[in-house]
Each structure stands twice: as C-alpha cells, then as structure tokens.
C-alpha cells in the first residue's frame, strides 16, 4: 500500500491559473476549482505513476524481491525496514522506470523514498500541467460526466509519461 508520508504542499497548477485558463473572474467556485486541481493532480499521478511536487511517500509490502516503487521519479530512497527492524541491506535502481528496491528477504517490507519532479510548481514539466488545467476545464463544464473520462488532448500531452507494457 502506498501512503503519501507529506502530501503535496501546492498544487501543481495555483487556482489563480486555473481561473484564468477558465476565465473565471469571480470567487464563488474557488473550492470546486481547487477539489479539481487537486482531482486532476491525484487523477494524473495514478495513471502515469508519477509525483508531480516532490514528498515523502511509504510503500508497505508484504515481501521482498525486486520491489517496484509506484511513483517516478524518485530522487531518494530514505528508509527500509524488514518486519518492522531497519535495514541498509538493500540495493536501490533509482534511475530506472518504475525505480526498484532489491531486498533479500521473504519478510514485510516498508519502504520510505521521496519522489517528485521537484517542489515548486515550475518544476513540473510544461506538458503535464497544461493536462491538468484540460482535465480541470472537462471537469468544470461537464460536472455530469463520467469520472474516467479523459480528453484526447490529454492523452496526447501525458503519452511521453506513460510506461508501456510489453
């Protein structure tokens, strides 16, 4: 199970970009603009298996191996504890895709690591937060729709990000 330990202390998009992208000059619907944001943020991450602002996140498994770490990129990998015991008996691929731990054990693994493309907005690539100004502006105007429904415009922007499968 991956736990955010921090939670992203901004948003990759402020909601004063957001209301101008959607040219919105009033305050009324300042909190939905910001549950979008944060909906398009949450909604990017899983699909791509990114961090977009840098935080600490824990990783509980229930055995070792090759242990693939659910978000990229990771800059850090801060603590492993086998069965609840701390351990420097790990090997770490940083720079690969999905990032990976090595732990030598058939024991429960908790994994601490940071990830994240940086901590300030500007260090997120351009691509990713113009998909979530679109994801936000879809949301507002279609309040209605499904909530797996995602714009062929943003599939074209996040595809570089995208891990595919064999």
Known sequence: MLTDI???????????????FLRIDHD??????????RSAREQLEDRLN??????????????????PLPRWPVS?????SIDGLNTADFTAKLLS?????????GAP????????YGPNQSDIPAPLRQAILLL???????????ADTMPLMVDALTMPYRVLGL
């Open 28 to 37: 009324d619907e300042n909190d939905l603009i910001e549950t979008l944001i």
């Open 50 to 67: 990114v961090a977009m602002i840098e935080r600490s996140m824990r990783l509980e498994r229930f055995d070792g191996g090759d242990i």
């Open 97 to 105: 895709r999905p990032a990976q731990v090595m732990v030598s054990s």
């Open 109 to 116: 693994v908790t994994i601490e690591f940071t990830a994240g």
């Open 136 to 146: 936000v502006a879809h949301g507002y105007e279609h309040r209605d729709a499904p």
């Open 76 to 80: 850090s990998v801060d603590d492993v």
């Open 6 to 20: 921090h939670p992203p202390p901004l948003e990759p998009v402020s909601l004063d970009e957001a209301k101008s």
